[in-house]
């Protein structure tokens, strides 16, 4: 890259090439973003002096007076910085020049057709935006779109608005999006929408239209002039693809995009209540994390519900938009216990390299050939040493990787800790935010980074209690909204609240939730409010006692149960083949939806899906909480063992397995069809058995304790199905992409059979 230099005088010089393109190396620059015309400066222009009798010259000469005006002494203009008589010096250029409008600290845009003419009686600009011919260029889209600070000015240099003030009117012209006008980024757009953007825009040369894409799509390929339009676009349109496939490659049967787990996070909370996060921002811990460049760990800590979820929400927003406006990076990953599939070291690993990639797609060169979609010790192998490459990549800008829950990484956590502490030393370009309980082995782990920040919740009980407070008032609001209070009942309610939240938030939502439902009457609400003790575990004492003594305790049991021991969570149709109901309920589905509400404290319905409300609720039906209610729940649950579920969660999906699998389920009706082309059905007949098919083995597995107490009937009952089924059950696998899971599964069922019973 070369610059322009304004001297005192006001003559400009071009600099020598900067190396490498490397950011500490090149001055701050501003650049100028415009349509060419007749009489442009090259660069052979400014070689030979001849530059100033040109009329392209005035816009070379207000870029430099303005850039001077905001204290930049070095400015860029495409006309006069590239050489384009060399073809190497052009193919780079091209295949950079997004990255050039990001790291400027300005752009400004020079609009030919705008003057100084002003309406008759007014001080506003005539603005006529809609004719410039500047939006209809297909360059001219990414110098929009790539920096931060875009200001337009009119051919007389006067300033007319920048990219915020002038947001609605540049989105009703482009129809580009105001997200992505203020910075989102561009991956959170569809392949389609970006393409969208150039298709009523024209180029000088038709090939152009793609190659102005390269930055939209962070894609490198090479520049070949006379090749045509569309083959161009194809040459586009295939490395976008191959791209996608590299990263489809990282996920196996169902993935979890952790952008996508982070808004349904915000969604089952009711939302990001920005008060409730705030007051971290000017914690001492935090600011010395974040303004330090040699401390490059941040530990969240605090007990169950104290709102550590929704405090790094809150922080990756806070991050997410300087970062990604100035060419940074920022990953994410939520943990959870209860989901298999996000609940061990390998799934952060891939949900972090995802999320990267998806930013920044040239770090896709990092990822090899064979990501290993199972779950095996080859799989963290290649994929911790694909992160680590990626984060050492020297053309990686600043980069923020959150990880939430490191306790509820129950498998691999140790590797993965070790992972953390060794990525905290990579680069200073690699920063890393942190939450989990406040558990003695991960904090011993932690503590071997020598500059980290430590942020314990319980040691800013003042800053979370004020939060909860917030938290409180906004739920007592909705309630109020709801329900028809008067002040009095919303100061009541919010009194009690606040008496007895002791800086929990799951707490307060578990109490406001119970308080919405539509059988409680508003002159029920301070009983029942009254009736519920302060504390999580007191909490779910209470609401077992409940469903201990209700007409259905037996219905409950069996459900609680189920969710308890599934190894992820189970759709409504899953959940009628795995528990054993009266056949009014499984005719009439609506009521296991209420029967799942009504277990409100522990479980909770999203997108017909059963989730638990919080870990700290399976934790206590587990027996795993401190409070005695815990142990006696967990007895009460499984009065036979958690062996006597599993087997019966084994029996139920073999024998619904039986009854459902056959031969081209999803009548695709030809062998070898391509998994990538395959729709699901609607209905989808693997519905009910999705779950079954993938975790039958693991669940015969876990309802025996030694291996030789397989009973004579379970032996035959499982040899019946593979002798009917097998062929069937590896096809269902397969559109289920769970073929990895498939061979574990396989490998484990051997393990379990007598020596002489092998069917393998």
């Known amino acids: 890259m070369r610059l322009l230099e304004r001297d ?31 009489e442009e400066v090259l660069l052979r222009d400014l070689a030979d002096g001849t530059a100033k009798n ?39 250029a091209l295949n950079s020049m997004f990255q050039w409008y990001r790291n400027a600290a300005k752009c400004y845009v020079y609009l030919t057709e705008v003057s100084r003419r002003k309406r008759d009686g007014s001080s506003k600009w005539d603005l006529n935006l809609q004719g410039c011919r500047w939006f209809t260029r297909g360059w001219t889209l990414q110098e929009l779109i790539a920096p931060a600070i875009v200001e337009f000015f009119s051919k007389d240099g006067e300033h007319l608005g920048d990219k915020k003030s002038l947001e609605k009117e540049i989105h009703n012209i482009t129809g580009i999006p105001q997200r992505a006008l203020q910075g989102s980024p561009l991956s959170d757009f569809s392949v389609a929408e970006r393409m969208k953007w150039i298709e009523k825009r024209n180029t000088k040369y038709e090939e152009d239209k793609a190659y102005s894409l390269f930055g939209i799509f962070d894609v490198h390929i090479p520049v070949l002039y006379g090749e045509g339009g569309q083959k161009a676009l194809k040459r586009l349109r295939d ?44 914690n001492p811990d935090f600011k010395r994390w974040r303004q330090l460049s040699e401390n490059r760990l941040l ?45 061990n070291a390998t799934s952060v690993l891939r949900g972090l390299i995802y999320v990267l990639v998806q930013r920044q797609p040239r770090l896709l060169s990092h990822l090899p050939e064979n990501t290993y979609p199972s779950d095996d010790a080859m799989a963290w192998i290649v994929l911790s040493k694909t992160l680590i490459e990626m984060l050492e990549d020297p053309n990686l800008k600043i980069t923020y990787l959150v990880i939430d829950a490191l306790d509820e990484c129950v498998i691999d956590q140790q590797k993965l800790l070790n992972l953390i502490v060794q990525t905290s030393s990579v680069s200073a370009r690699v920063k890393l935010v942190v939450s989990s309980r406040n558990l003695v082995q991960i904090e011993e782990q932690l503590a071997t980074v020598a500059q980290h920040s430590r942020l314990s919740l319980e040691l800013n009980a003042e800053s979370v209690t004020t939060a909860v407070e917030a938290f409180i008032w906004h739920k007592v609001l909705y309630l109020s909204r709801l329900k028809g209070y008067d002040s009095g009942m919303e100061n009541a309610i919010h009194d009690y609240l606040s008496s007895n939240a002791d800086g929990t938030f799951l707490w307060v939502a578990l109490i406001c939730q119970a308080l919405g439902d539509p059988n409680v009457r ?43 021991i599934v190894r992820r969570p189970i759709s409504l149709h899953e959940l009628l083949t795995l528990v054993e109901l009266p056949d009014d309920i499984l005719d009439n589905p609506e009521y296991l939806e209420e029967l799942i509400k009504l277990c409100g404290s522990f479980l909770s319905l999203r ?77 989808d007949p693997l519905a009910a058995v999705r779950y079954s098919c993938v975790f039958w083995v693991d669940h015969l597995r876990d309802s025996i304790f030694k291996k030789d107490t397989l009973q004579r009937n379970i032996l035959d009952t499982i040899q019946t199905f593979l002798e009917k089924k097998y062929l069937y059950w590896l096809e269902a696998l397969s559109l289920l992409r769970a073929m990895p899971e498939g061979i574990i599964a396989i490998t484990q069922l051997n393990g379990l059979l007598p020596a002489d019973k092998t069917c393998f």
């Open 299 to 343: 530990w969240i800590k605090g007990d169950p519900g104290k709102g550590k979820t929704m405090l790094l929400c809150g922080i990756i927003n806070e991050l997410e938009r300087p970062i990604t406006v100035n060419g940074g990076n920022l990953a994410y990953f939520f943990c959870q216990a209860t989901d298999s599939r996000i609940n």
């Open 8 to 38: 005192p005088t006001g003559e400009f010089r071009l600099t020598e090439h900067l190396p490498n393109d490397e950011i500490p190396k090149i001055p701050h620059y501003a650049i100028l973003s415009h349509t060419w015309g007749d």
């Open 522 to 564: 508003r002159w029920q609400t301070l009983n029942k409010l009254r009736a519920f003790p302060p504390g999580l575990d007191s909490l779910y004492a209470r609401m077992m006692e409940y469903i201990g003594n209700s007409d259905n305790a037996d219905l409950y049991k069996r459900i609680l149960a189920t969710a308890t």
């Open 607 to 683: 997108e017909q899906t059963v989730y638990f409300v919080h870990q700290s609720a399976k934790d206590f039906l587990q027996g795993n909480a401190a409070h005695q209610a815990s142990r006696d729940a967990f007895g009460w649950v499984f009065p036979e063992g958690i062996e006597d579920v599993n087997h019966v969660i084994f029996l139920r999906s073999l024998n619904a397995m039986s009854a459902v699998l056959r031969r081209d389920i999803y009548s695709l009706q030809a062998p070898g069809f391509p998994i990538n082309e395959i729709q699901t059905p609607s209905p």
């Open 239 to 282: 490395k976008i693809h191959e791209d996608y496939l590299c990263l489809a490659k990282l996920w196996s049967a169902d993935p979890r995009d952790p952008r996508h787990e982070k808004e349904r996070i915000e969604l089952a909370k009711g939302g990001l209540l920005a008060d409730a996060y705030r007051w971290v921002f000017d």
């Open 54 to 92: 040109k009329a392209g010259y005035a816009k070379i000469q207000f870029c430099g007076e303005q850039a001077e005006r905001d204290g930049l002494r070095y400015f860029w203009v495409d006309t006069c910085c590239i050489d384009k008589s060399d073809a190497g010096q052009l193919q780079h």
